[in-house]
């Protein structure tokens, strides 16, 4: 779950007076996002830190909802309770349009085919669930 910074989409979709709500539905904003998680994911040395899945959120933090904190950082475990059905959307079986699935790739050990799509993974036969 992420927030966009505003300004920044704001110009990815040529419109200065996008709101939150405009530019976290805009395929270019979708698009870009993706394009940087999957160079994220390109780049990671481990499973653990490739992204698999993401949802930008069209609510900003919230001070009142102890999300945003005095000094401006953010409270992971009050934003995470304060939408937690953000978080299981996230995290469904079958999740909404709003989240954003990225193609993971896994290296076998062993010499041999890798196949992967967004349900499985085959490797030598063997069938595994997505890692996300």
């Not at 870009?32 to 900003?60: D, F, Q, V, W």
Request: charged share 25%; net charge neutral.
């Amino acid at each position: 779950m992420a927030w966009p910074n505003l300004h920044a989409c704001r110009q990815i979709v040529g419109n200065p007076d996008a709101t939150f709500e405009d530019v976290v539905r805009h395929p270019e904003v979708i698009a870009c996002l993706k394009r940087g998680l999957e160079a994220h994911n390109a780049s990671a040395t481990g499973s653990s830190m490739r992204i698999a899945r993401a949802m930008l959120m069209a609510e900003p933090p919230s001070i009142d909802g102890n999300e945003l904190t005095d000094k401006g950082y953010i409270n992971q475990r009050a934003g995470l309770e304060r939408r937690a059905a953000l978080v299981e959307k996230l995290y469904a079986d079958k999740p909404g349009e709003d989240v954003i699935m990225l193609q993971l790739t896994v290296r076998c050990v062993r010499p041999g085919e890798v196949q992967s799509d967004a349900t499985k993974i085959r490797c030598h036969g063997h069938r595994f669930a997505h890692p996300e």
